[in-house]
Nanobody
Framework: QVQFVESGGGLVQPGGSLRLSCAASGSIGSITAMGWYRQTPGNERELVASITSGGRTNYANPVKGRFTISRDNAKNTVYLQMNSLKPEDTAVYYC?????????????WGQGTQVTVSS
C-alpha cells in the first residue's frame, strides 16, 4: 500500500502562487510516473501535469506556461509550482503515483488538497 503526505493547498488571490508537494512512501517499489490531477464538484478528475521517472513532463493546456511540475526521485516527492493562478484553477488537487511492486502495477491516489483562488 502506498501512503501520501500532501501539502501546500490553501486560499490565494488571483495572480498569486502556491506550491503543492506530495511525498509517497510505503510499498512503492519502482515509480514510473507521478502527477497531479484536479476535480471540481460535478466534474470528472482531470490531469493537470505529470512527470515520468526520466523527467518527461506533460501539462494540460489550461496550465501550460503557468504551472511547473518537478520531482525528487530520492525522496519520492513530486511538486507543483502554480503561478498566475486564476479563479478557474479552484479545485481539489490530487497526487497520483503509478508504478510496480515488484511486478504488480499500481495506480494510487493521495487524499487531495483544496486550492481556492479568490479575491
Amino acid at each position: 500500500q502506498v501512503q501520501f503526505v500532501e501539502s501546500g493547498g490553501g486560499l490565494v488571490q488571483p495572480g498569486g502562487s502556491l506550491r503543492l508537494s506530495c511525498a509517497a512512501s510505503g510499498s512503492i517499489g519502482s515509480i514510473t510516473a507521478m502527477g497531479w490531477y484536479r476535480q471540481t464538484p460535478g466534474n470528472e478528475r482531470e490531469l493537470v501535469a505529470s512527470i515520468t521517472s526520466g523527467g518527461r513532463t506533460n501539462y494540460a493546456n489550461p496550465v501550460k506556461g503557468r504551472f511547473t511540475i518537478s520531482r525528487d526521485n530520492a525522496k519520492n516527492t513530486v511538486y507543483l509550482q502554480m503561478n498566475s493562478l486564476k479563479p478557474e484553477d479552484t479545485a481539489v488537487y490530487y497526487c497520483n503515483v503509478k508504478g510496480s511492486n515488484p511486478k504488480i502495477e499500481y495506480d494510487s491516489w493521495g487524499q487531495g488538497t483544496q486550492v481556492t483562488v479568490s479575491s
